[in-house]
């Protein structure tokens, strides 16, 4: 058993909560949370803050706002705790350091939660590009285009930038587009905020040049109910329904395909023939689930990070460039 603190319990803390307490290999040793009504538990103690943890335990989930990351990270690996925390990694570079720092120097392990590198059809996508049986990819082209409740926003930490679409949901793609494509090179970013006129970038764009050659073009949103955009069409998030729709398409020198319904599409030389398409399979898998499991292994010394801090630090550093070229920053 791989016994788990848990500090937040909020949007993806209960989420990370009901996963660790219906394992049968995982136990919820402990819940940090300073609101009292959201660490009360019937059998599990509760802690007002990190400090007060007076219980076993092997490693702690982090599903705190993000400024909270480096502290809490650090006061971690001084208890000799292993670290999932939740993306972005950190609020700022410096604080990302930090944290990588501490956890070397107490011999801990982070990991970082952009959980969909765990989901069966991202993995498929990847092995599919890396087989080469669609020889080299070429350009990639991404929609998020959600819409969040108004309420989403009242939270004060998601008021400003932070709670923007680019640092809460790009960042998830661009770690995706990473592992898939290489580091990127080059980021150009623009942003509006032209419907809630809020004082955070609410949509826009970014191009993506990665080491590999590949261009990748992304159009983001959290003010329009579109049916495009990772969650809705993987169904990943109990909280959005799901579209089954296409959000990403990549272009390879010999075919082409589309995510997430793993659209293949291939057999033409040139623009003169005809691509055909054919239907790729993943199996089912909760990523947040598998992300669990893959921390225990973590912990246990059986598997490295598949997301350490030192990558989600290169997913950050892109993140804030898109937001320094978009004049937000
Ligand atoms: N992986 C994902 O898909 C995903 C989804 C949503 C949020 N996130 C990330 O998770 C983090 C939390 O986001 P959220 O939307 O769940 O936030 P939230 O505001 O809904 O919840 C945060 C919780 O942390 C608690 N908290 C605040 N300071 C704390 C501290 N020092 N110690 C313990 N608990 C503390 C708050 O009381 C609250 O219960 C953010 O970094 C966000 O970027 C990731």
């Known amino acids: ?11 993806i803390g209960t989420r990370h909560q009901a996963h660790i307490e219906a394992h049968p290999d995982l136990v919820l040793a402990g819940i940090i949370d300073p609101d009292p009504a959201r660490r009360a538990h019937p059998t599990v103690p509760g802690f007002a803050s990190i400090d007060d943890v007076d219980v076993a335990a092997d490693g702690i ?6 400024g909270s990351h480096a502290p809490l990270t650090i006061a971690a690996a001084r208890r ?4 999932l925390v939740e993306k972005p990694v950190a609020d700022t570079l410096e604080n990302a350091d930090a944290m990588i720092a501490a956890a070397d120097a107490a011999g801990v392990k982070v990991l970082v939660g952009h959980h969909r590198r765990h989901h069966p059809r991202v993995a498929k996508l990847q092995a599919v590009l890396a087989s080469g049986r669609l020889g080299q990819p070429v350009a990639a082209s991404l929609m998020w285009l959600m819409k969040k409740p108004d309420d989403y926003f009242a939270v004060d930490w998601r008021a400003g930038i932070d709670g923007a679409p680019i640092k809460q949901n790009l960042i998830h793609d661009v770690d995706t587009l990473r592992w898939l494509f290489g580091e990127v090179t080059d980021v150009v970013g623009l942003a509006s905020n032209a419907v809630r006129g809020a004082a955070r970038p609410e949509s826009g764009g970014a191009v993506l040049r990665f080491d590999s050659g590949v261009t990748a073009t992304i159009a983001y949103a959290d003010t329009t109910p579109t ?7 993987t169904g990943e ?13 990549i272009a390879c020198t ?10 293949v599409w291939s057999g033409a030389a040139h623009w003169n023939e005809e691509p055909k398409p054919t239907q790729e399979d993943a199996p089912d898998g909760i990523p947040l689930v ?30 804030l460039r898109i937001e320094e070229t978009a004049g937000v920053a």
């Open 1 to 11: 058993m791989t016994r788990l603190l848990l500090a937040g319990t909020g949007l």
């Open 61 to 66: 989930v982090l599903a705190t706002p993000t």
């Open 80 to 83: 000799g705790w292993h670290v």
């Open 227 to 233: 049916p495009w955009g990772f969650e809705a069409g």
């Open 237 to 249: 998030s109990p909280h959005i329904p799901h579209t089954a729709q296409d959000s990403l398409r």
């Open 254 to 263: 010999h075919g082409a395909i589309e995510f997430p319904s793993l659209r």
């Open 290 to 319: 598998r992300q669990l499991e893959h921390f225990a292994e973590v912990i246990a010394g059986r598997a490295t990070p598949v997301v350490d801090a030192a990558s989600a630090r290169r997913t950050l550093e892109v993140i």
